[in-house]
């Protein structure tokens, strides 16, 4: 079946880094648009970055931009998001999903990863 498997999340300091990892098993992972998601403690599943299926497009929320980077590597199944200058409001579980269309809305991804912990400390 398929699985996705989020990994590198923890607890950080204000203006520290992490890079998310997402490993795909059980899918063609090559032909999928891949999107990072956050939900905070509280709210709503946000859209945080998305990178089409030859990487070739990226997309960001305004509130990451800048700091945050989305990549792949379709020889190993993965899709890595690299958190920079972390800030308190980034504390939320983050979850990688594999679709394709509209890459911002959550409805567009049919694959979803449980999530991993990321906390920042001010």
């Known amino acids: 079946q398929v699985q996705l498997v989020e990994s590198g999340g923890g607890l950080v300091q204000a203006g520290d880094s992490l890079r998310l990892s997402c490993a795909a098993s059980?899918?063609?992972?090559?032909?999928?648009?891949l999107g990072w998601f956050r939900q905070a403690p509280g709210k709503e599943r946000e859209f945080v970055a998305s990178?089409?299926?030859?990487?070739?497009?990226?997309y960001y929320a305004d509130s990451v931009n800048g700091r945050f980077t989305i990549s792949r590597d379709n020889a190993k199944n993965t899709v890595y998001l690299q958190m920079n200058s972390l800030k308190p409001e980034d504390t939320a579980v983050y979850y990688c999903?594999?679709?394709?269309?509209?890459?911002?809305?959550?409805?567009?991804?049919?694959?979803w990863g449980q999530g991993t912990q990321v906390t920042v400390s001010s």
């Open positions: 990178i089409t299926s030859s990487g070739g497009n990226t």
């Open positions: 999903a594999a679709g394709s269309g509209r890459l911002f809305s959550i409805s567009s991804y049919v694959y």
């Open positions: 059980g899918l063609t992972f090559s032909i999928y648009d």
